[in-house]
């Protein structure tokens, strides 16, 4: 839980500062670039959202200031969320790395935990991240207890960094046993790799993550040294651009924990940018669930391809150190705790060979998409069939190259009906009951997983399909409330306008807490809050808060995962470690080991500057606001719920402020559309969020 600590030197007075000035948010996801301008002077608000150019993402960028009519040279800051190292990882285009290591040690990136890609059968391939012949070993070690046991062979480590400079990489990992006890060796070794080294892509694992696990110590570093190059060559790049057109201010990037960081030193620690659009959208909805007085949420953001949950207590995103982007490769720096299914609006519906309705993992991408993009798509998708049973607006239909009709789609589900004994309306409804399960189930394991009740949250709901599931969703979940944001399309650009500094750390102990010495234990919290309030500080970013959280990860004797514990001081006593440990052991397993002695494995600190707050309800232009219901009605449709029902259509932006909807409806808006299912109500707030109470359904 965060605080304003009282420890060491006195932290900034909690204040209801405003935020002042020009500001851009900008995200880039794999389909579009987002932008939202916020000017506190005008008090108003510019939007954009312009296709992603991922050949060089900085003109989309650029597209996106000119398509908001943004001057660059008038913004007081950027804050930018990319996805030029997630793609980088997920698709393996990545920059030659090569790694020295301990004598004996080159293959633990291959080795690994002893897992396998599918649970059952010996199906499924690993590719280290460095190849074998690019892993070379160098004389030293370091014991668990810090202690040295053979020194460093500075003669045969020139020698491997002459071979892998002669090889061609650009980037250097140096990974040596037990650097986060000692991390002399390490430190020497970064000093003579500077020396021969063409560039400054060093990488040093005890820098990033000072834990114990070789393997996950040195699969974190291999990414962030094999994605390295790439961040630094995409930010100059950026920055380089918007200087031409007069920006002077600095540039600041979207790290994985939903904090941000100066593009001056993002690259240094290039792996804490992975993941970083999907922490974004969860850093806005928890800012905006806590104006709206629901800080409970579970998120629930649906694009093209796939959904992100995550979940936020008290306002406050869960966060992880062992975030595992993809099998094999667990990357253990913090980052918000997002959980993915293969479940978009792309994802195509098809009858397995056991003659079972299957929805995704495969999709229809932008090219060609679904049918009802009218690019050339022939598969039915999730968004087909929202378009086929009235859920989209119908109108939109002919915005491909060539076009294409109603009757198309409902072909389309016709023939997916024909093997399941379904018309082509009821094929579709059942499409979409697939896909809401899917869905629930991924919603249901982010909360359970972590000992919640998804019962006890509200369903916050975004992204470009995320409003049309949710209300069916909570229904699914039992979740009594969905919270729809006024821009749900371009969250993620939002919450690079609202998202804070944060800065994280973790160190090890991995001693049994009978052991500890609770003095060492003390300073190690005094050294993380001093580093992070210096981190802060180097950003030259107006904050109106210091919050500072602490946490300890422990587990028993003789077991392997850890269990994060939060405490409410930066001094707690061991008696206190241990009770807090029993209870959060207790509250996930419901089973208590008097017995077993517990282990403190690491120590963690988490340094927040707040930004000052910004006025949400500037997202939507309160002169385009309607006086009555009525009038901001556009249409009424035909829409399939459980039988085809007319169904009122509304303009989000004309919703009068105190408007009151109730279901069967639907709302439109430019960046997605809400539908309430028969039985909901939906009530709006004075940021103008829709808040959704989840009826019992026709």
Aim: net charge negative.
């Amino acid at each position: 839980m965060f605080e304003i600590s009282d420890d060491t030197e006195k932290a900034p007075q909690m204040t209801d500062k405003t935020l002042t000035g020009s500001f851009a948010g900008i995200d880039v996801g794999g389909t579009f670039t987002d932008l939202v301008h916020y000017d506190s002077t005008a008090r108003a608000v510019k939007l954009a959202k312009v296709p992603t150019t991922l050949d060089n993402q900085s003109h989309g960028v650029l597209a996106a200031l000119d398509a908001a009519g943004v001057d660059a040279a008038a913004l007081d800051l950027i804050v930018h969320g990319t996805t030029t190292t997630t793609n980088a990882v997920l698709e393996r285009q990545l920059c030659k790395t090569g790694l020295v290591t301990t004598m004996g040690f080159r293959d633990v990136l291959e080795l690994g935990r002893r897992t396998r890609p599918h649970a059952y059968g010996m199906t499924g391939q690993f590719r280290p991240l460095i190849p074998r012949d690019l892993r070379l070993e160098v004389p030293e070690r370091m014991l668990a207890d810090g202690s040295v046991h053979v020194a460093l062979d500075e003669h045969a480590l020139r020698d491997a960094l002459a071979q892998l400079v002669q090889e061609g990489c650009e980037a250097l990992v140096i990974h040596f046993l037990h650097s986060y006890a000692n991390p002399a060796h390490e430190r020497r070794a970064g000093e003579i790799a500077r020396e021969v080294w063409p560039n400054g892509n060093i990488t040093m694992g005890h820098t990033l993550i000072s834990e114990s696990r070789e393997y996950e110590r040195g699969v974190t570093a291999a990414v962030n040294a094999s994605v390295q190059p790439l961040l630094r060559r995409y930010v100059e790049r950026l920055a380089d651009k918007l200087s031409e057109r007069g920006y002077d201010r600095d540039l600041l990037v979207m790290n994985g924990n939903g904090g941000m960081v100066s593009a001056r030193v993002v690259a240094e620690e290039a792996a804490k940018t992975v993941m970083s659009g999907p922490a974004s959208g969860v850093m806005a909805a928890a800012y905006t669930g806590r104006r709206a007085g629901i800080p409970d949420l579970l998120t629930y953001d649906m694009g093209g391809t796939s959904t992100d949950v995550a979940m936020i207590r008290g306002a406050d995103p869960a966060v992880s150190h062992e975030i595992e982007v993809e099998y094999a490769m667990p990357i253990h720096v913090p980052m918000v705790d997002v959980r993915t299914v293969g479940a978009g609006g792309g994802s195509i519906a098809r009858i397995d060979a056991a003659g079972l309705l299957q929805v995704g993992p495969d999709s229809a991408g932008s090219t060609p998409g679904p049918i009802c993009y009218g690019k050339g798509g022939t598969l039915p998708t999730i968004s087909d069939a929202n378009m086929a049973l009235g859920r989209l607006n119908p109108d939109r239909l002919n915005t491909g190259a060539g076009g294409v009709s109603l009757d198309t789609i409902r072909d389309a589900f016709a023939s997916l009906g024909a093997g399941l004994g379904l018309a082509a309306d009821e094929a579709a409804a059942a499409v979409l009951r697939v896909a809401n399960a899917k869905m629930a189930d991924a919603v249901r394991m982010v909360s359970i997983s972590l000992g919640e009740d998804p019962r006890d949250f509200a369903l916050f709901a975004f992204g470009g399909a995320g409003p049309l599931h949710a209300c069916a969703i909570a229904r699914e979940l039992g979740v009594p409330r969905v919270l729809v944001p006024a821009r749900p399309g371009i969250t993620n650009a939002l919450g690079c306008v609202v998202a804070d500094l944060r800065h994280d750390f973790v160190a090890t102990v991995n001693k049994p807490l009978d052991a500890c010495d609770m003095d060492e234990v003390h300073a190690l919290f005094a050294r993380q809050i001093e580093d992070g309030r210096a981190a802060i500080a180097r950003e030259r970013v107006e904050i109106a808060e210091e919050r500072i959280a602490h946490s300890v990860e422990m587990r028993f004797i003789g077991q392997t995962h850890l269990l994060r514990v939060p405490l409410d001081s930066a001094k707690p006593s061991r008696e206190e470690l241990q009770a807090l440990f029993e209870d959060a052991y207790f509250k996930r397993f419901q089973v208590r080991l008097p017995e077993i002695r517990p282990a403190l494995v690491n120590v963690n600190s988490s340094v927040v500057g707040r930004r000052p707050e910004i006025d949400l309800s500037a997202l939507i232009d309160a002169s385009e606001r309607k006086p009555s219901l009525p009038e901001a009605q556009t249409a009424t449709r035909p829409v399939f719920f459980e039988d085809w029902t007319d169904t009122p259509v509304y303009w989000r932006d004309h919703l009068p402020a105190d408007a009151t909807l109730s279901g069967p409806a639907i709302v439109e808006q430019m960046d997605c559309t809400l539908v309430l299912e028969p039985g909901d109500t939906a009530e709006q707030d004075d940021d103008g969020n829709l808040i959704v109470t989840v009826g019992a359904g026709a």
